[in-house]
């Protein structure tokens, strides 16, 4: 990760001499209220569980991995603040690039592989850096498979006493035969679909609408209600005052209503 930081820092250097940085950061932070709806809002709130992984159990397994003198609060901000920053920077990397070679900015998720290629391709040494990147973005995308995968490997570890070999293989077989089922659905299963949709737009419409906010919902009533506030206190660690109060606050009312919000929005009733 840290390499892969750094030589984001290098396109974006890149990115600088292009001669459309200002047209890039124009994009990308001049403010358009007219597009400004209940909808926008919605989409990015769901961006924010994926980009975060909230929801999937992800950062609870991982917290339960630091050492118990470790905020909680403390670190959520460090997370939540370094996602911004990287998000951030891989937009005033990207953008400039797509202008100064007439791409289009609206292409969405795909414009890394066509930016990233055309900036080390103009770079000196570029062909390395390029391999270099993309190698450790594969590197990128397992080790977020990895931790996606890891509270099912946790459940089965100490529900059922497998072996950490033996719950990773079952997690891992079983997600790969879902994968088939998302490969097949772009060829031999194309007609295949239920409600309209086919294996892998249902497989999305149920993790990313219902599962996702679902389970970002349960964490928030489970901690704001269900724990003691003492253990909460405990492990949380806010040293501020009044600091719990507006953590319960947020945890008890805010977040469940506006997890709900997401979930009826991506459910067609709001």
């Given at each position: 990760?840290?390499?892969?930081?750094?030589?984001?820092?290098?396109?974006?250097?890149?990115?600088?001499?292009?001669?459309?940085?200002?047209?890039?950061?124009?994009?990308?932070?001049?403010?358009?209220?007219?597009?400004?709806?209940?909808?926008?809002?919605?989409?990015?709130?769901?961006?924010?569980?994926?980009?975060?992984?909230?929801?999937?159990?992800?950062?609870?397994?991982?917290?339960?991995?630091?050492?118990?003198?470790?905020?909680?609060?403390?670190?959520?901000?460090?997370?939540?603040?370094?996602?911004?920053?990287?998000?951030?920077?891989?937009?005033?990397?990207?953008?400039?690039?797509?202008?100064?070679?007439?791409?289009?900015?609206?292409?969405?998720?795909?414009?890394?592989?066509?930016?990233?290629?055309?900036?080390?391709?103009?770079?000196?040494?570029?062909?390395?850096?390029?391999?270099?990147?993309?190698?450790?973005?594969?590197?990128?995308?397992?080790?977020?498979?990895?931790?996606?995968?890891?509270?099912?490997?946790?459940?089965?570890?100490?529900?059922?006493?497998?072996?950490?070999?033996?719950?990773?293989?079952?997690?891992?077989?079983?997600?790969?035969?879902?994968?088939?089922?998302?490969?097949?659905?772009?060829?031999?299963?194309?007609?295949?679909?239920?409600?309209?949709?086919?294996?892998?737009?249902?497989?999305?419409?149920?993790?990313?609408?219902?599962?996702?906010?679902?389970g970002g919902l349960c964490?928030?009533?489970?901690?704001?209600?269900?724990?003691?506030?003492?253990?909460?206190?405990?492990?949380?660690?806010?040293?501020?005052?009044?600091?719990?109060?507006?953590?319960?606050?947020?945890?008890r009312y805010l977040a469940?209503?506006?997890?709900?919000?997401?979930?009826?929005?991506?459910?067609?009733?709001?």
């Amino acid at each position: 990760m840290p390499a892969l930081f750094f030589l984001l820092l290098i396109v974006l250097g890149y990115a600088i001499t292009t001669g459309y940085f200002l047209q890039g950061l124009a994009f990308l932070f001049t403010p358009d209220f007219s597009r400004l709806s209940g909808t926008s809002m919605l989409t990015a709130m769901g961006q924010a569980f994926f980009s975060l992984s909230l929801g999937m159990g992800t950062i609870m397994v991982y917290g339960s991995y630091l050492p118990k003198d470790t905020s909680i609060a403390g670190t959520s901000i460090a997370i939540a603040g370094a996602d911004t920053l990287v998000a951030l920077m891989a937009g005033m990397a990207i953008f400039p690039i797509v202008f100064a070679n007439g791409l289009e900015p609206s292409a969405g998720v795909g414009l890394i592989f066509k930016t990233l290629p055309v900036a080390f391709g103009h770079m000196t040494g570029g062909q390395g850096f390029g391999t270099l990147f993309f190698l450790l973005l594969l590197v990128a995308a397992w080790t977020s498979s990895i931790s996606l995968i890891e509270p099912a490997v946790t459940l089965l570890i100490e529900n059922f006493q497998l072996t950490r070999s033996a719950a990773s293989l079952w997690c891992g077989g079983l997600t790969w035969i879902f994968g088939l089922g998302t490969v097949f659905s772009f060829n031999i299963w194309q007609d295949l679909t239920l409600f309209h949709l086919n294996f892998f737009d249902l497989l999305d419409f149920l993790t990313s609408n219902l599962m996702l906010p679902l389970g970002g919902l349960c964490m928030a009533v489970f901690a704001g209600w269900v724990m003691a506030q003492s253990t909460s206190k405990k492990e949380l660690g806010i040293r501020l005052s009044g600091g719990y109060r507006i953590w319960q606050l947020l945890i008890r009312y805010l977040a469940p209503i506006g997890v709900s919000i997401v979930l009826l929005h991506a459910l067609g009733l709001l």
